[in-house]
């Protein structure tokens, strides 16, 4: 019996697995904290809450485990996602996305993160990350980025109609699945361009 809990999909990525962590947890410090949905989506569902804190001890407890369980869900997918909830929580651990995205060029991996300096100080060492994975830094109003490698950056439209991306901006189009196959969306954006999603 697998030890992870890997997700198979929901309404919004469509049938793209992925593997998450707690919210908050593993993240940094930021105001989104105040309106993450994945953390109220914790507080209403506790087996979603204890799927998410498993997966964290696993990783604590028996890395090995988790990685392997990890990339056989990769090798056995067109499309994954890191992280629907949490974030990169070490370099250590972003070593090992890099490392399984170089084995498995055949999958798509997304990842949106506010761990910028964890991803610049592995470039700046000299980490070359596979053309598969596409990395996204997450942003968030009153939130400082650095970002001197040009990756692709996620900005919020909240509900006041306010936003920090730039005027041209790709908007989401709602539904991962759909812009995976079609070549569009997060999954194609480049160096420097950003896409520009509602509050949710």
């Not at 930021?30 to 993450?36: I, T």
């Not at 999958?107 to 700046?124: P, R």
């Not at 936003?163 to 999954?187: I, L, R």
């Amino acid at each position: 019996m697998p030890a992870l809990s890997i997700s198979k999909g929901n309404s919004k990525l469509g049938a793209i697995p992925s593997v998450s962590l707690p919210a908050v947890l593993t993240c940094r410090q930021c105001a989104c904290q105040k309106k993450c949905y994945a953390r109220k989506l914790e507080r209403l569902r506790p087996s979603v809450r204890e799927a998410y804190r498993r997966n964290l001890d696993v990783l604590n407890t028996d890395p090995d485990t988790y990685w392997r369980e990890v990339e056989a869900a990769v090798m056995l997918s067109r499309f994954f996602r890191f992280h629907v909830s949490g974030d990169i929580p070490d370099a250590s651990y972003f070593a090992h996305m890099v490392e399984i995205a170089g084995r498995n060029p055949h999958c798509q991996i997304l990842c949106f993160t506010k761990q910028y300096e964890t991803v610049n100080e592995a470039v700046s060492g000299g980490c070359k990350i596979p053309d598969n994975l596409h990395i996204i830094f997450s942003a968030w109003v009153g939130l400082s980025m650095a970002n001197p490698f040009s990756f692709p950056e996620a900005h919020v439209r909240y509900r006041d109609g306010s936003t920090t991306a730039s005027p041209d901006a790709h908007p989401c189009g709602g539904n991962c699945t759909e812009c995976a196959v079609t070549d569009g969306g997060c999954w194609a954006l480049k160096k420097g361009e950003q896409v520009v999603f509602n509050e949710h």
